[in-house]
């Protein structure tokens, strides 16, 4: 893991790359200019929620940020695709244009799955993106020709978000045990964002049940969600503070088990919530997972 001098130098290329002044930026992270000055500087480290922000505005990744390399060894499985992963170029710093460019369409897979999530994914049109962006259906088809392909990038930026939030908060975290109350705490649908987030895959988990199409993308996501807590399940047992037991059922029984309890608070099942969700997550990791 690279130290916090090597962070924030990654931070500030991202934010150079961005085209943007470092008040325009900390304006987009809704941050006080002065935190992220001082963050930049070294007098204070970012927040879990600060590097994944950073990773968002400017199409990074947080691995990205804290290793300078995606492909490094890391808590949380990456997405498959490298597509998602890949940071912006250095040089588009120096073309103002194309950094503008970069941003916009940024903005553009942001407000499609802001929409597929509040509407639904075969609600979403062109001109609803355009309209929410503050631009043209013209600008919005420059980036994306079909409406099925920023669909596609929409849902996989869910998958970006997501690593993006695991890694964040994970990543100093070494004890096998507290870094799996904390992937379920990242998973529950507690706050607005997550909940749109909930929403969009309860809409991928339908549409690959009816659109053969449409598995091959719900696989690559899921299975970095499914290695992800495979390799804490792994961790914990090398290290003897989980009990011996099939890691691949229980990874399977530990998804099942977070999906369709989410489903059911997602959905308003009467007397299931979020706190009565992590509840029955915790009693399950206590009776079945923890060593004796």
Not at 6 to 27: H, K, N, P, Y
Request: hydrophobic letters at 40%; a negative charge.
């Amino acid at each position: 893991m690279s130290d916090q001098a090597d962070v924030r130098g990654r931070a500030r290329e991202a934010i150079r790359r961005s085209g943007l002044s470092q008040r325009e930026f900390a304006g987009r992270l809704g941050l006080d200019p002065t935190k992220l000055s001082k963050s930049l500087t070294g007098t204070r480290r970012f927040t879990a929620l600060e590097l994944a922000g950073i990773a968002d505005e400017t199409g990074v990744t947080v691995h990205w940020l804290l290793n300078g390399d995606d492909a490094a060894e890391t808590v949380s499985a990456a997405p498959r695709d490298s597509s998602a992963v890949t940071p912006p170029p250095a040089s588009l710093a120096d073309r103002p244009g194309a950094a503008k460019e970069h941003n916009r369409r940024l903005q553009i897979i942001e407000a499609a799955w802001q929409l597929i999530a509040e509407h639904g994914y075969h609600s979403v049109r062109i001109a609803q993106v355009a309209q929410l962006c503050g631009t043209s259906s013209a600008t919005v088809h420059y980036h994306f020709p079909t409406r099925d392909l920023l669909l596609e990038e929409a849902l996989r930026h869910s998958v970006k978000q997501a690593f993006d939030r695991q890694v964040a908060s994970l990543h100093t975290i070494r004890d096998p045990h507290e870094r799996l109350l904390q992937l379920i705490e990242l998973q529950l649908p507690g706050s607005e964002r997550l909940r749109l987030e909930w929403s969009v895959w309860m809409q991928v988990w339908a549409a690959a049940a009816l659109e053969p199409g449409m598995r091959e993308l719900h696989a690559d996501s899921y299975r970095r969600w499914h290695e992800t807590i495979a390799r804490t399940l792994r961790e914990g047992q090398e290290s003897g503070s989980f009990r011996a037991f099939d890691g691949e059922e229980m990874t399977r029984r530990l998804t099942a088990l977070i999906d369709g309890m989410g489903i059911q608070v997602m959905t308003g099942m009467p007397g299931r919530s979020v706190e009565h969700m992590r509840t029955t997550l915790h009693a399950v990791i206590e009776k079945d997972v923890l060593a004796d």
